[in-house]
């Protein structure tokens, strides 16, 4: 091989990674390797690399695929470092991606059930005839002011609200989104404090890190934010980990506590409590970024108001939360938790603290751990700071498209029902209760990365909604995969998979905003070649079709003359009457709304689509740095109002980039004004999206809408609190799993499976003994539904007398069809509402157009969990609490692995008596609206129908 020429990009480039081994950009086009396979013969293969984003988890890391040029077929995925936030680097689950395209038992056409729904039975239909009946029943409900029925459920979206939009087109508010089970907890305590719901810690350049959750194998950006924390450790930064269960992060940590579940808050409010009464915290930073005036103002009308009396309050406030107090809650020692708040203090601004999913999904009450984790944040100043946590907005980048439809007016009840007027996210899976319980039907139920049957708690109910067809019309489920919710479908819509499919992401990895492409990459590459390739169907196997394409021709038909007003948001800009093409979305969004990508590609005489098809990614800006403190041009600033809390309300339009500036609060004052910033100090500065424009140490938002005790950061006892359990009861921890693995969509991927490929119950060596079990005994884990039957690991990583099952396995399939490799064979039966599912087999080898089949030799594959679990919905954020009470015993002669039994109308009970916790909208909003307008909410309605009928 001859040596790189001097001009040729040898890393670092935008990933600013010294990996020599990427190749370099130049020679992308025609890229040589040796043929492995033909050693030791010196034969040369010629690829061309083309970038993607996997599709693998929510992180979309960046991909290069290695395309033969002779054959046309991927050879190999590897990282793409022109992507700024991954940076060349993925998880096992990147490469893996090989194995998906290459599925034998992948769905490659049109399906439509041919028996009863559930019964297996499927026939192959033309995409014609299923996007007629598809469009044909969505336009009838349309027309008959039916909207509501039309539902779009999404697990992972994977893109930038291309969907919502067509929803926006339809005029349907119909969308249902996973996060309710996943991250809302999180959410809804970060939402809080800075009005936007994630965090985007700036690991690398940490001086401490704080994290409540496994971010080394499955947080939030899971690779790209797992890189950065190891940049910081290697740095000198302390890594503090708050987990009951030892995972991969644990073991790097400087600290790892094993608290008692749910009791994290404690914990956090005694480090607050430590920095407030030894005056550690950063006094500048509160006194002009808090919103005390307002707590002093509401909650101490007595006092005067003067920062000095605020700080006398906080110290009153919090002087309860001892280290004694938080030790008593955690089981974990109240010197080990002083030492960790004596280091917290000492990191000053360069503090970056993380919580996603783990204690914050798993207890009612869990947004109060990410309220009081970032509380710590607050407190340092370490707020959009070097080494501090950035709101994740203003680290993202959201392009604005070729069309923005009108927000939807209508208000969907089934997704948003009165009962949680603050929740972060659509109540999704308590649809079908709310069906059941006569809230109405749906017609058009649209299932897309999303397995609710088996990702969801309370399965069997989700199975009893959907085989019910006077609740269900039409179940269509899009999946490049066989699902347990694919089966209860009446159409399977082959979707393309990571690399067969266009999407943009842009994520909250680092202090930065970077752009991500994902694009078909056969088809990138012949195009490349002079092909003219006018739909994926043409590179994609068998029929498998892309999402965009699917929707965009399925709205044209939908309204195909135009009359409803739907048709003209994918029309044609160049050639009117005719469907927009993906080339022409992409080709206007990169020229017209990615600032510096026009002048980029330019400099490489290519056009803006050229080049992200060329590379995959873009860097709009390298750090963004502290946006609050930005004073508001005078631009922005016209006929200003001013309140009393220094509030700017201005006429003048928002932004044109609402992404590089964000907007404060979206609410504006009594005469249409838009809230533009806030004084601070004499100055007008952008400040915080909140009602306040401040962070929100107090909520008014909480105090008026009926939660006035929880106005302040607080600790809440939560469901699985000793208080609340009985005798012989423990708690199961079921909101983790293994890096290799991810939720449903893993299940076609044969490395990943042949290395993790089952769930057994952790167990302390105390617990074991005590239960008289070794590890590999069968144990019987009995919820407030139901049971399954599970293996027993027993370590001692692991709180003693707690327990926890991975939530990533048990996959099943009653029918032939299903991912064999991965899926065991059940029977499922039910005696009215009682339920079982059985196994009858495990995987084994098989064959198929893969020979790797022949060779599994696996056969289990984990137990189903969740099925045993009834709905949790916290009453304030909407999220499930997935930490459940069980007792748990050795099995009984009888129980044999993998068995399940619920009763749902045991789930029905359940769901009654969680929903007797709420404060619903009708009672408690204090000004007739169903949900405050300013907190966030995808598919946002009209303003007016935020009002409550009536
Ligand atoms: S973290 Fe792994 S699964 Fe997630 S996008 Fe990156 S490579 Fe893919």
Same mark, same amino acid.
């Given at each position: 091989?001859?040596?790189?020429?001097?001009?040729?990009?040898?890393?670092?480039?935008?990933?600013?990674?010294?990996?020599?081994?990427?190749?370099?950009?130049?020679?992308?086009?025609?890229?040589? *390797?040796?043929?492995?396979?033909?050693?030791?013969?010196?034969?040369?293969?010629?690829?061309?690399? %083309?970038?993607?984003?996997?599709?693998?988890?929510?992180?979309?890391?960046?991909?290069?695929?290695?395309?033969?040029? %002779?054959?046309?077929?991927?050879?190999?995925? *590897?990282?793409?470092?022109?992507?700024?936030?991954?940076?060349?680097?993925?998880?096992?689950?990147?490469?893996?991606?090989?194995?998906?395209?290459?599925?034998?038992?992948?769905?490659?056409?049109?399906?439509?059930?041919?028996?009863?729904?559930?019964?297996?039975?499927?026939?192959?239909?033309?995409?014609?005839?299923?996007?007629?009946?598809?469009?044909?029943?969505?336009?009838?409900?349309?027309?008959?002011?039916?909207?509501?029925?039309?539902?779009?459920?999404?697990?992972?979206?994977?893109?930038?609200?291309?969907?919502?939009?067509?929803?926006?087109?339809?005029?349907?508010?119909?969308?249902?989104?996973?996060?309710?089970?996943?991250?809302?907890?999180?959410?809804?305590?970060?939402?809080?404090?800075?009005?936007?719901?994630?965090?985007?810690?700036?690991?690398?350049?940490?001086?401490?890190?704080?994290?409540?959750?496994?971010?080394?194998?499955?947080?939030?950006?899971?690779?790209?934010?797992?890189?950065?924390?190891?940049?910081?450790?290697?740095?000198?930064?302390?890594?503090?980990?708050?987990?009951?269960?030892?995972?991969?992060?644990?073991?790097?940590?400087?600290?790892?506590?094993?608290?008692?579940?749910?009791?994290?808050?404690?914990?956090?409010?005694?480090?607050?409590?430590?920095?407030?009464?030894?005056?550690?915290?950063?006094?500048?930073?509160?006194?002009?970024?808090?919103?005390?005036?307002?707590?002093?103002?509401?909650?101490?009308?007595?006092?005067?108001?003067?920062?000095?009396?605020?700080?006398?309050?906080?110290?009153?406030?919090?002087?309860?939360?001892?280290?004694?107090?938080?030790?008593?809650?955690?089981?974990?020692?109240?010197?080990?938790?002083?030492?960790?708040?004596?280091?917290?203090?000492?990191?000053?601004?360069?503090?970056?603290?993380?919580?996603?999913?783990?204690?914050?999904?798993?207890?009612?009450?869990?947004?109060?751990?990410?309220?009081?984790?970032?509380?710590?944040?607050?407190?340092?100043?370490?707020?959009?700071?070097?080494?501090?946590?950035?709101?994740?907005?203003?680290?993202?980048?959201?392009?604005?498209?070729?069309?923005?439809?009108?927000?939807?007016?209508?208000?969907?009840?089934?997704?948003?029902?009165?009962?949680?007027?603050?929740?972060?996210?659509?109540?999704?899976?308590?649809?079908?209760?709310?069906?059941?319980?006569?809230?109405?039907?749906?017609?058009?139920?649209?299932?897309?990365?999303?397995?609710?049957?088996?990702?969801?708690?309370?399965?069997?109910?989700?199975?009893?909604?959907?085989?019910?067809?006077?609740?269900?019309?039409?179940?269509?489920?899009?999946?490049?995969?066989?699902?347990?919710?694919?089966?209860?479908?009446?159409?399977?819509?082959?979707?393309?998979?990571?690399?067969?499919?266009?999407?943009?992401?842009?994520?909250?990895?680092?202090?930065?905003?970077?752009?991500?492409?994902?694009?078909?990459?056969?088809?990138?590459?012949?195009?490349?070649?002079?092909?003219?390739?006018?739909?994926?169907?043409?590179?994609?196997?068998?029929?498998?079709?892309?999402?965009?394409?699917?929707?965009?021709?399925?709205?044209?038909?939908?309204?195909?003359?135009?009359?409803?007003?739907?048709?003209?948001?994918? *029309?044609?800009?160049?050639?009117?009457?005719?469907?927009?093409?993906?080339?022409?979305?992409?080709?206007?969004?990169?020229?017209?709304?990615?600032?510096?990508?026009?002048?980029?590609?330019?400099?490489?005489?290519?056009?803006?689509?050229?080049?992200?098809?060329?590379?995959?990614?873009?860097?709009?800006?390298?750090?963004?740095?502290?946006?609050?403190?930005?004073?508001?041009?005078? $631009?922005?600033?016209?006929?200003?109002?001013?309140?009393?809390?220094?509030?700017?309300?201005?006429?003048?339009?928002?932004?044109?980039?609402?992404?590089?500036?964000?907007?404060?609060?979206?609410?504006?004052?009594?005469?249409?004004?838009?809230?533009?910033?806030?004084?601070?100090?004499?100055?007008?500065?952008?400040?915080?999206?909140?009602?306040?424009?401040?962070?929100?140490?107090?909520?008014?938002?909480?105090? *008026?809408?009926?939660?006035?005790?929880?106005?302040?950061?607080?600790?809440?006892?939560?469901?699985?609190?000793?208080?609340?359990?009985?005798?012989?009861?423990?708690?199961?921890?079921?909101?983790?799993?293994?890096?290799?693995?991810?939720?449903?969509?893993?299940?076609?991927?044969?490395?990943?499976?042949?290395?993790?490929?089952?769930?057994?119950?952790?167990?302390?060596?105390?617990?074991?003994?005590?239960?008289?079990?070794?590890?590999?005994?069968?144990?019987?884990?009995?919820?407030?539904?139901?049971?399954?039957?599970?293996?027993?690991?027993?370590?001692?990583?692991?709180?003693?007398?707690?327990?926890?099952?991975?939530?990533?396995?048990?996959?099943?399939?009653?029918?032939?069809?299903?991912?064999?490799?991965?899926?065991?064979?059940?029977?499922?039966?039910?005696?009215?509402?009682?339920?079982?599912?059985?196994?009858?087999?495990?995987?084994?080898?098989?064959?198929?157009?893969?020979?790797?089949?022949?060779?599994?030799?696996?056969?289990?594959?984990?137990?189903?969990?969740?099925?045993?679990?009834? %709905?949790?919905?916290?009453?304030?954020?909407?999220?499930?609490? #997935?930490?459940?009470?069980?007792? $748990?015993?050795?099995?009984?002669?009888?129980?044999?692995?993998?068995?399940?039994?619920?009763?749902?109308?045991?789930?029905?009970?359940?769901?009654?008596?969680?929903?007797?916790?709420?404060?619903?909208?009708?009672?408690?909003?204090?000004?007739?609206?169903?949900?405050?307008? #300013?907190?966030?909410?995808?598919?946002?309605?009209?303003?007016?129908?935020?009002?409550?009928?009536?």
């Amino acid at each position: 091989m001859s040596r790189q020429p001097r001009d040729e990009t040898f890393y670092p480039g935008p990933s600013r990674s010294h990996l020599a081994a990427f190749p370099p950009k130049e020679r992308w086009h025609d890229w040589t *390797e040796l043929d492995s396979q033909a050693w030791p013969k010196r034969k040369e293969r010629h690829y061309q690399l %083309v970038p993607t984003t996997c599709f693998n988890c929510e992180s979309a890391c960046g991909l290069l695929a290695y395309i033969d040029k %002779v054959t046309g077929e991927v050879q190999k995925f *590897e990282g793409n470092p022109e992507n700024p936030g991954s940076r060349g680097r993925n998880c096992a689950k990147g490469p893996a991606t090989l194995n998906q395209i290459t599925d034998p038992d992948r769905i490659l056409y049109p399906l439509k059930r041919a028996g009863k729904r559930g019964a297996g039975e499927w026939e192959r239909v033309s995409w014609d005839e299923a996007l007629d009946d598809i469009a044909g029943r969505i336009r009838k409900a349309i027309v008959e002011e039916r909207r509501d029925e039309i539902m779009y459920h999404v697990g992972r979206p994977g893109e930038d609200g291309f969907t919502e939009r067509i929803l926006a087109a339809w005029g349907v508010d119909g969308h249902n989104s996973h996060t309710n089970i996943c991250s809302s907890g999180s959410r809804e305590g970060y939402q809080l404090w800075m009005g936007l719901d994630r965090p985007s810690p700036d690991h690398s350049n940490a001086k401490v890190i704080l994290l409540i959750s496994a971010h080394l194998e499955s947080g939030h950006y899971f690779n790209p934010h797992a890189q950065r924390v190891i940049d910081g450790k290697a740095n000198g930064a302390k890594l503090i980990v708050f987990d009951t269960r030892l995972s991969h992060t644990a073991t790097h940590a400087d600290f790892w506590v094993a608290p008692y579940p749910g009791s994290e808050a404690a914990m956090l409010l005694a480090i607050a409590n430590y920095l407030i009464q030894n005056n550690l915290y950063n006094r500048e930073f509160v006194r002009r970024w808090w919103n005390w005036q307002e707590c002093l103002e509401l909650e101490h009308p007595d006092i005067e108001d003067s920062f000095e009396n605020f700080e006398q309050a906080l110290k009153d406030t919090y002087r309860e939360y001892t280290f004694e107090f938080a030790a008593q809650e955690s089981g974990v020692d109240a010197k080990t938790i002083e030492e960790i708040a004596k280091v917290v203090a000492t990191a000053g601004t360069r503090f970056s603290s993380h919580n996603w999913r783990s204690a914050a999904s798993g207890i009612s009450g869990g947004w109060t751990v990410a309220r009081t984790l970032f509380m710590l944040n607050a407190l340092l100043g370490a707020v959009a700071t070097e080494g501090g946590v950035f709101p994740n907005a203003w680290n993202k980048f959201v392009p604005r498209p070729i069309y923005t439809p009108p927000h939807p007016k209508m208000w969907n009840e089934k997704t948003w029902p009165r009962e949680y007027p603050l929740s972060m996210n659509e109540m999704s899976f308590l649809l079908p209760h709310l069906l059941m319980d006569g809230r109405g039907t749906l017609d058009v139920y649209f299932t897309r990365v999303y397995n609710p049957i088996w990702t969801n708690p309370d399965g069997f109910s989700w199975i009893e909604a959907l085989t019910n067809e006077k609740l269900v019309g039409c179940h269509v489920a899009l999946t490049p995969v066989w699902s347990e919710t694919a089966y209860f479908a009446d159409y399977i819509l082959p979707m393309g998979l990571g690399p067969e499919r266009h999407d943009l992401h842009s994520y909250e990895t680092h202090d930065a905003q970077w752009l991500g492409f994902r694009q078909p990459v056969r088809k990138a590459a012949r195009q490349r070649d002079g092909e003219t390739i006018k739909d994926t169907r043409e590179v994609n196997p068998g029929e498998v079709w892309e999402e965009n394409e699917f929707w965009m021709e399925l709205t044209w038909r939908i309204d195909p003359d135009g009359s409803l007003g739907i048709r003209q948001f994918v *029309e044609s800009k160049q050639r009117p009457g005719t469907r927009l093409s993906v080339d022409e979305y992409y080709g206007w969004l990169f020229e017209n709304s990615v600032p510096g990508l026009t002048e980029k590609a330019a400099t490489e005489s290519l056009t803006p689509l050229e080049y992200m098809r060329r590379y995959g990614a873009f860097e709009i800006t390298k750090k963004v740095g502290a946006i609050y403190e930005e004073p508001v041009p005078s $631009v922005e600033l016209d006929d200003i109002k001013e309140d009393q809390s220094g509030r700017v309300f201005s006429r003048a339009p928002k932004p044109a980039s609402p992404n590089i500036v964000p907007v404060p609060s979206p609410d504006g004052d009594a005469d249409g004004r838009r809230m533009a910033g806030v004084r601070v100090d004499g100055e007008i500065r952008r400040g915080f999206p909140t009602p306040s424009g401040k962070l929100e140490f107090y909520s008014r938002t909480l105090a *008026e809408w009926g939660w006035h005790e929880y106005a302040i950061p607080t600790y809440v006892k939560s469901h699985v609190h000793p208080d609340n359990l009985e005798a012989d009861q423990t708690i199961l921890i079921s909101t983790f799993r293994l890096p290799i693995q991810i939720h449903t969509r893993s299940a076609n991927a044969k490395w990943l499976n042949e290395i993790a490929h089952t769930n057994p119950l952790w167990l302390h060596p105390s617990h074991a003994a005590k239960l008289e079990v070794i590890t590999g005994d069968l144990v019987r884990i009995e919820t407030e539904i139901g049971y399954f039957v599970v293996r027993a690991w027993v370590t001692e990583g692991i709180r003693p007398g707690i327990v926890a099952c991975s939530h990533h396995m048990g996959r099943w399939k009653v029918h032939e069809n299903g991912a064999r490799q991965l899926m065991a064979t059940v029977s499922l039966n039910h005696d009215g509402t009682k339920w079982t599912l059985e196994r009858k087999s495990g995987a084994g080898p098989y064959k198929s157009s893969d020979d790797d089949t022949l060779r599994i030799w696996w056969n289990d594959v984990g137990v189903h969990q969740n099925l045993t679990f009834p %709905v949790h919905p916290d009453p304030i954020s909407g999220m499930h609490c #997935w930490h459940q009470a069980v007792r $748990v015993t050795k099995a009984r002669e009888t129980d044999t692995y993998g068995d399940i039994h619920v009763d749902t109308a045991k789930s029905r009970e359940v769901y009654k008596r969680w929903l007797e916790m709420t404060r619903p909208a009708d009672s408690y909003s204090p000004d007739g609206t169903r949900r405050p307008y #300013w907190m966030l909410r995808p598919l946002k309605p009209a303003r007016e129908f935020y009002k409550l009928p009536e």
